[in-house]
């Protein structure tokens, strides 16, 4: 008399590339819906983006073996997908889907910014967010003249992007033209289509980006002609990514007005899997203003300011930190929302009383560090925050009466910003000690995989024992018990069962002994050794047409930017020592 | 001296009593106090007469009260009658008038005492009872004169009330009488005097007085007019904060001490938009006096003032107060040992403040428990008279206690009653309640003057600091829970601390406690967290979680956890436990420490944490373990627990050798639910599992009686084997029975692993009777391999997991060769059984093992409908 009770459940998340920001974004909140729930996993499927068309040329063969790592699906016993790759829809969606990813069919999925028919999908209302840049830049900014830099003709988004975009022009009765819009490949590398669009209309006044990346190209040319967006040019994206935030200047985008798109698509297939009906949705999108093109997301006075009133303190601060609302938090971090509330309204208390003592002074202080200290600078720009709390800063030095207080307020109002400007710097240095480090650990691993006569030969034995140098912290290494061959235009025919070679736990190795290693790919997110976290990036490991095993790594920001680096680097190391 | 309390119950009662005594005049002077909260005034007086006329010699005093004391209660709507036979002593009693009946005016507080010291005082007066009817003002007065014209002499009493507690507008109600008559404005006077006669009055109030003094500047009648120049209702405001106005009974909380006697209260109401004129109303004779001695007063604009029961006079010194716990406990230790160790016992008298009970009423209880099996006999008044530093003094809300004998004699008292403090913790809710009120407009950043801000702030000094460590307590912890974010709380208890003191000095446990709470300090000042000491070894340490990471604090508190660990060697090595909760809130902190507690008993794990959130489940579990609830008892009602029944396949033969019977519940809808829905909810709710479980069991041994060739298994649980009633059903039906072998029991072998012995008793009497054993679920879980191999079971039935798995895992398919093995080494004459046989490839892999049995879909499904 046995009675199972209900096990983890894994969502599947595949999309085409976890290093971009993109993709990052949905990760990032994909992961942090699937947290709040109990008793559930991710996993992460990644491939790259690949064009339709089959080239010869090496990237886009790297790219076909790769994605084979989507056929895994099928073998992980996922209980429900999240799917987003957006160039498959436009073109013949559906088609598409049930050649390439026929298996996806089998469990709950949701299609996010995915046209496909008769499936749930998630996507931005196109429309809102870039009606509102608009009509600002029109009725506002007394803008006549704006172009586009779209995107690819397979992408929908890009698309209906593009006929929002000639539509508003026309409620405006603005003129447009085919030569105020040049498509791009919606990537960082369209500086060449930037170029032409701005030389082609080199007296527009604002320009409109697809996505946030190729804003980034766009800001090059417009700074070789000695424009500075923002000033001469107003410039918007969309998507309102991390990156954007750090772009010079600040680049304002559209983006989700509340719920993002992972949160949703969480959401949904939680419904689906317990059997539910679920409609699609659309998420209604607005204009997130920054240096490029500023824009008060909320307006208030300085009355308003002065008076303490708790509603206006947090709407200060979603402001302030466009980037928090639409985030979810983990509720063991610190709560920055209210950690803002309590100094500001500290420092507006002393307004009212007329008096800040040295004591009160220091632990505010202490709180603005705490503030900083705990990434507040993750959810807005400095820019952005200089401007919100001069204004702040301003109404209370005409209001203020005790002279005391006053210095002291200023000197916390200069520690923000100083803060602030830190706080940037210091990622950005940061940065690069994470690359330097990185680069000497995977070197000290390449060294120690090296084979040289008189010592013993390299093994994946050697390879295993060495994976704590990869330099991430928490990660697995799945061997099939023999490589297997990808043959162009065939499905990879993955092995039921696997190897677990290796994990690293929080930076501590452990080679597994080699007759515990085996089990089956199904149960591989089973396993007791693997690192303990909720959601698992599954990279393959390859080299040319060999596809050695997989590479399971812990989903966050450094293992996007470097868990595919990683994975050449242990299929190229494999491959050099094979033996057949 | 000796006193008996009786309740009044019917006069009948009251003779026979009062004859049993036998009381004897000639020794010395009876006294029969009355206190009654049943009486008018009329019937009182008859009362007394009724006295009388049984022991004619007594001296007879009573008073109206709203509540009497009698052996350390407070009973209401009752009547006390104490009886004090005197040896030797005596007393004197009178009524003195307080009003000229042919003024109307105030009979001068000089007359008063000359007819008082002429009627009742006598050279060895020790004690006198006093009991004031109606308004006097110049009570006060008169008690403060009582000490210049006879220094030394006690007294005890107060002004007399009639009223239920709660409706103390005014004490005019209240009468004080004898068997002469009664009089509402008069005062009541017994004195005890003698020349062994020894008395010792004292009092306890828990009122602590805080800040500096305010002259009275200005006063009228029992009005305070003037605080130290401004005007008295608005400096009391500034102090208590604006809610004064909506909430009256706040001035009990925090009332005003005369500055010589700072643990006296005196009582004070605020009153709201009245005219002097309405106050003090002219048609009165005295008022009209008043008035005329103050023409310069504003009669008629109506305005807030602060009033007492007395008349008040400029130049006397104020200072704010409050009354709180701690003080309260620490006045009546203080109070209770002095009245323990008097020699001369005979008596304790004892007057409570309506006041107190109003808004102190667990400390009223709490304070006249420890006197339970005492004499003490009393009632409660509206302000008393006690007796202070030598003078006697009118209080409010105070206990006042006088201990009065002849002879050395001891009254059973009841110290033990003073370690219950908790209820007063909940008295003392109200006045934190309102500081909390106070200090959370200060986050609002409301103006509050400093006046207030430094005044609350000395309450709080108080309130919120433990007695001897200066750290702040629990109610500072709660305060910062409701109030300043703090939700992250990491609780520290030292585990065992009462075997310390077995073998280590006093001292000793001293000093190690002193460094740990150090530390603990040092700690978090350094850190930026707060302390806070919860009870003697308890410790909290908080943080918000705007400020620190759950992760940040956690490592925090390890770290201090080692540092506690390392102690130095002069002190005492203590294990304190730490427990990290995340979001509490003042309502879940509790019971979520108490669950972690357990898990990390459990798991004896010294460090934990955790989030209220996984303590608490979710509403979806809770409304479906409900909808189980009902679901089982819906089946047990209407005999919806149907029996399925799956074959058992024998791999040699290929028929069916036997059946399991599985249990199912049907709903209303004709649904049915399989056991993994509800079992674990009816383990829960463990008897719905044994009736479940007995009806189960009954209908398949009645189905299979009689039935010939074809045997059936039945599961049981520990529980059920634990279960006398169903083993005697189960041992009487298999006596019974013509074929006792066709009934098989599977044991499930890993719920409770104490309980072999009862396990293998039954084993032998099922196999005595002719009864067969399985195990079941057998490989999963923890079962003791030694002790199942020593079950004499005739099937072995194999978990279900690893035949599912065996096809596909290596060590699955290990573990059936290990079984196989073993029977095959042992001889044993146990039959194999493979359940959950799904597909023909496990059942493949299980021929080639040569297992007996298979059950499983490949067969057949559970089905209610077999043909027996």
Known sequence: MAYYGENKRTIGLILEDISVDYSKEIIHSVKMAVRAHKNMKLVVLAGIHDEIQKKEDCRSCYKRVHNSVYHLEELLHLDGLILTLPNICGVSGESIVDERYSNFAKVPKIFVSTDVADSTTVRYDNEKGLKEAIDYLVNVKGVTKLCMLGGRDDNGDAQERKRIFINCLGQYKLPYTEDMYEKSDMSIEAKAEAERLIERNPDTQAVFCVNDQVAIPLYEVLKERGLMPGRDVYVFGYDNTRFSGTMIPPLASIGADGVTLGQKAVELLIAKMEGQEVESAILPTRLYGKESLEYEMYEYTTQEMLQLDTAFIYRMFDDCFYRYASESHDNDEVNLKRLFFEFISRMLNSMITNSMTMEEFMELRRLIHIFFENGAMRFTDPARLVRSIERLQNAMNRAQKSPTANVMNNRCFSYMKDRAIMAMSGEVNAGGEVLKKGRERLQDFFVHCMEFPWIEPVTEETIAANCDKLGLPNIALLLFEKPIDYVEGKQVDFPKTIRLMCSVRDGELRVLAPERRLCQVSNIFERTELPKCDSFAVIPVFYGCRIYGLLLLEMNEESANRGELVADQLGRTLRINDPT | ?868
């Open chain 2, 1 to 868: 001296m000796f006193t008996w309390n009786y309740q009044y119950i019917s006069k009948a009662r009251l003779e026979s009593a009062l004859k049993q005594l036998m009381l004897q005049t000639e020794k010395g002077d009876i006294l029969i106090r009355i206190h009654t909260a049943i009486h008018l005034e009329d019937e009182a007086v008859e009362l007394a007469r009724f006295i009388k006329t049984i022991v004619p010699a007594a001296k007879i005093v009573g008073t109206s009260t709203s509540a009497v004391i009698s052996r350390g209660k407070l009973l209401m709507n009752q009547c006390i009658i104490s009886v004090t036979q005197m040896d030797g002593g005596h007393v004197q009693t009178t009524i003195i008038p307080t009003r000229d009946e042919d003024t109307g005016l105030p009979i001068t507080v000089d007359n008063v005492c000359h007819t008082a010291q002429s009627r009742v005082l006598s050279e060895d007066t020790k004690l006198i009872l006093t009991f004031l009817a109606g308004n006097y003002l110049d009570i006060q007065s008169m008690v403060e004169r009582s000490n210049e014209c006879k220094p030394g002499i006690q007294m005890i009493g107060g002004i007399v009330n009639a009223s239920e507690i709660g409706q103390q507008k005014e004490c005019k109600a209240g009468f004080v009488f004898d068997e002469y008559g009664w009089t509402s404005s008069g005062l009541l006077m017994a004195a005890i005097g003698g020349e062994k006669v020894e008395s010792f009055s004292t009092y306890a109030t828990g009122v602590q007085a805080i800040g500096e003094e305010y002259e009275i500047t200005d006063a009228f009648g029992n009005c305070i007019l003037g605080l130290g120049g401004i005007d008295a209702s608005k400096e009391y405001c500034t102090g208590i904060g604006e809610a004064l106005h909506n909430r009256p009974e706040l001035t009990n909380l925090f009332p005003l001490v005369y500055s010589d006697m700072p643990d006296i209260p005196v009582p004070i109401r605020y009153v709201e938009n009245v005219s002097l004129a309405e106050m003090f109303p002219e048609e009165d004779p005295a008022n009209a006096k008043l008035f005329a001695g103050r023409p310069d007063l504003d009669k008629n604009t109506k305005k807030d003032y602060i009033v007492t029961n007395h008349s008040v006079t400029a130049g006397r010194k104020f200072r704010r107060a409050f009354i709180y716990d701690r003080k309260i406990i620490s006045d009546n230790r203080v109070m209770f040992n002095h009245i323990e160790n008097f020699e001369k016992a005979e008596t304790i008298f004892g007057y409570a403040g309506a006041a107190r009970l109003l808004i102190y009423s667990n400390c009223a209880k709490w304070e006249l428990s420890a006197y339970e099996n005492s004499n003490i006999c009393g009632c409660v008044t509206e302000g008393e008279i006690v007796f202070a530093n030598g003078r006697n003094t009118l209080a409010d809300c105070a206990f006042a206690v006088s201990v009065i004998g002849e002879k050395s004699q001891t009254q059973e008292c009841n110290p033990y009653a003073f370690s219950h403090t908790d209820s007063l913790a909940a008295d003392n809710q109200a006045l934190l309640g309102y500081l909390m009120e106070i200090e959370s407009y200060a986050g609002t950043g409301s103006n509050r003057s400093s006046s207030m801000r430094s005044f609350v702030r000395d309450c709080e000094l108080k309130l919120f600091y433990s007695e001897n460590d200066d750290i702040p307590n629990e109610a500072a912890m709660n305060m910062d829970i409701k109030l300043k974010g703090y939700d992250r709380i990491c609780l520290i208890s030292v585990l065992d601390t009462s075997s310390m003191k077995i073998v280590f000095d006093e001292a000793t446990v001293q000093l190690t406690r002193r460094a740990y709470l150090g530390k603990c300090a040092d700690f978090a000042r350094k850190h930026n967290y707060r302390m806070y000491a919860l009870d003697d070894w308890n410790v909290a340490i908080g943080a918000t979680s705007f400020t620190v990471s759950l992760q940040k604090m956690a490592r925090d508190m390890e770290f201090l956890q080692r540092e506690l660990f390392s102690s130095s060697e002069s002190l005492i090595a203590i294990v304190p436990t730490f427990c990290v909760i995340n979001g509490c809130t003042v309502e879940n902190l509790k019971p979520v420490y108490n669950s972690a507690r357990l898990l990390m008993m459990s798991k004896n794990t010294q460090f934990y944490v955790c989030d209220t959130r996984s303590f608490q489940s979710d509403e979806e579990s809770i409304r479906e373990r409900y909808r189980m609830v009902n679901l089982i008892n819906y089946a047990i009602a209407h005999d919806k627990i149907i029996p399925y029944y799956q074959g058992i396949h024998d791999n040699a033969t290929g028929t069916i050798h036997h059946y399991e019977s599985l249990m199912r519940l049907v709903d209303e809808e004709g649904n049915v639910y399989s056991p993994y829905r509800f079992l674990d909810v009816a383990r829960m709710y463990g008897l719905l599992y044994d009736s479940a479980s007995s009806i189960m069991i009954h209908k398949v041994c009645e189905r299979f009686r009689n039935a010939e060739g074809v045997s059936v298994s039945i599961n049981l649980g520990i529980r059920d084997i634990k279960n006398r009633d169903t083993m005697e059903y189960l041992y009487d039906f298999l006596s019974e029975v013509k074929h006792p072998e066709n009934f098989v029991f599977e044991i499930l072998e890993n719920e409770d692993v104490d309980a072999y012995e009862v396990i293998d008793s039954f084993v032998d009497r099922i196999h005595q009777l002719g009864g067969k054993i399985s195990i079941d679920d057998f490989g999963s879980g923890y079962s003791n391999l030694q002790h199942v191999v020593g079950i004499n079971s005739d099937f072995l039935k194999i978990d279900g997991s690893i035949i599912r798995k065996c096809c596909e895992s290596r060590e699955a398919e290990h573990l059936i060769t290990l079984i196989m093995g073993w029977r095959q080494l042992s001889n044993q004459k146990v039959r194999i059984v493979a359940e959950f046989v799904e597909n023909e490839e496990i059942q493949e892999m299980l021929m080639k093992y040569g297992i007996d049995y298979s059950q499983g879909y490949l067969f057949s499904r559970p089905t209610p409908d077999i043909a027996v």
